[in-house]
């Protein structure tokens, strides 16, 4: 008790010195403003990429992406079988998706590249073991026939219904369509095409997220 009654007191200098045995300092705002944010915190895009060789993975369409920048997610879209059905759809930031825009029409092996925003709102959720789907952005003069030989021709998507909606005054087609198919497979190609173009517009095909309705009588020359 002697030694500490005798020792010196410290100085003012020696206490602003000495390290703090407080909790540690939250870094400075000057650091905070230097460091980047997270991709997973910034705003994240996604882009429509049509015109891929089937022969491509997610690994190869991530490294070509690579030059627009930190890739988020690639998405390939798969057939029936499992293969590449040459769309994917690319995440990033909003500088990476202008540069991936870019490459719109760009050469991709012998193929030419297909680069769309897809600001669209996430698809809805499969409703049960439904195997009805949603298609919009249809061309007004599109017809019944038309609609289903696309899906079964082209898309190998075997058709049991279509719900084909007009113009209650008209008569006139509104562009849009539900397509109950025949089993999961014709289902699973027709989401899987999403983006897919005919008669010159880019469809929306997804989900159903309505209860059957009855089918109305097409219009006049429908």
Known sequence: T????????????????APSTDAPQAPSTDDKADAPAPLSTRSVRRCYVGGLPW??????????????GDVAKVDLQVDKKGQ???????????????????????????LSLKVRADNKRPPPERQGASLTAYAGNLAFDTTKDEIVAFFEDELDAKV?????????????FRGFCHVEFQDEGSLQNAITASGSTFKRRQLRISHSVTGKKQQRPPGPGK
């Open 2 to 17: 002697d030694d500490l009654a005798n020792a010196p007191a410290p100085s003012t200098d020696d206490l602003a010195n």
């Open 55 to 68: 022969s491509e993975t997610e690994e190869s369409v991530r490294e070509f992406f690579g030059q627009c």
């Open 160 to 172: 049991a219904n279509l719900r084909y909606h007009t113009d209650e005054t008209t008569g006139d």
């Open 84 to 110: 590449f059905s040459g769309i994917a759809f690319v995440s990033g930031d909003a500088a990476f998706c202008e540069k991936a825009l870019a490459l719109d029409g760009s050469r991709y092996g012998d």
